[in-house]
T-cell receptor, first 111, second 112 residues
């Protein structure tokens, strides 16, 4: 399958911005996603971006896509303790329903 | 309320036994998926189904089996052939060609 890579851990102080990074290998990916997983629970879609976009903003979340470098990032402004969770990057193509998930980044917000 | 349910939340099994994990959705989605989650490895696709009575192997199908007799249900059987079955199992569904997967709460399987 396709490779989607993320760093495993990130710690930030409450009120600071968090930036979670992801790299992927498949240049034909059509959709790129960020999912959030709280402890012991399933995943929830936070936001997504089409591959023909460079940036998407949704309240405190900003997604940046660099197609040339196959790099996706999620910025969370004014990070709160409730943002502590595992964040997964994922990709899919529009030709099928297969999704490929990254390893997940565990975000810890320090009060 | 529409959603995906998985049962049980925790499951214990002795080595050598088969066990079946339940996944039900009332979202009227055609596509359903099973993932396995291990620490530091993210989600790996076990099986997926895009329509009733049809399913395809994912990246780690060995030692698992599925059925899709009804649109709402996609049970996963972890067989005794699965060498390392202790993990967190997640079920998901989506509309065909859709870009969002909806996840259940997961089942944590422990083999004793």
């Amino acid at each position: 399958g396709e490779d989607v890579e993320q760093s495993l851990f990130l710690s930030v102080r409450e009120g600071d911005s968090s930036v979670i990074n992801c790299t992927y290998t498949d240049s034909s990916s059509t959709y790129l996603y960020w999912y959030k997983q709280e402890p012991g629970a399933g995943l929830q879609l936070l936001t997504y971006i089409f591959s023909n976009m460079d940036m998407k903003q949704d309240q405190r979340l900003t997604v940046l896509l660099n197609k040339k470098d196959k790099h996706l990032s999620l910025r969370i402004a004014d990070t709160q303790t409730g943002d502590s969770a595992i964040y997964f990057c994922a990709e899919s193509k529009n030709t099928g329903n297969q999704f490929y998930f990254g390893t997940g980044t565990s975000l810890t917000v320090i009060p | 309320d529409g959603g995906i349910t998985q049962s049980p939340k925790y499951l214990f099994r002795k080595e050598g036994q088969n066990v079946t994990l339940s996944c039900e959705q009332n979202l009227n989605h055609d596509a359903m998926y099973w993932y396995r989650q291990d620490p530091g490895q993210g989600l790996r696709l076990i099986y997926y189904s895009q329509i009733v009575n049809d399913f395809q192997k994912g990246d780690i199908a060995e030692g698992y089996s599925v059925s899709r007799e009804k649109k709402e249900s996609f049970p996963l059987t972890v067989t005794s052939a699965q060498k390392n079955p202790t993990a967190f199992y997640l079920c998901a569904s989506s509309i065909t060609g859709g870009f969002e997967q909806f996840f259940g709460p997961g089942t944590r399987l422990t083999v004793l």
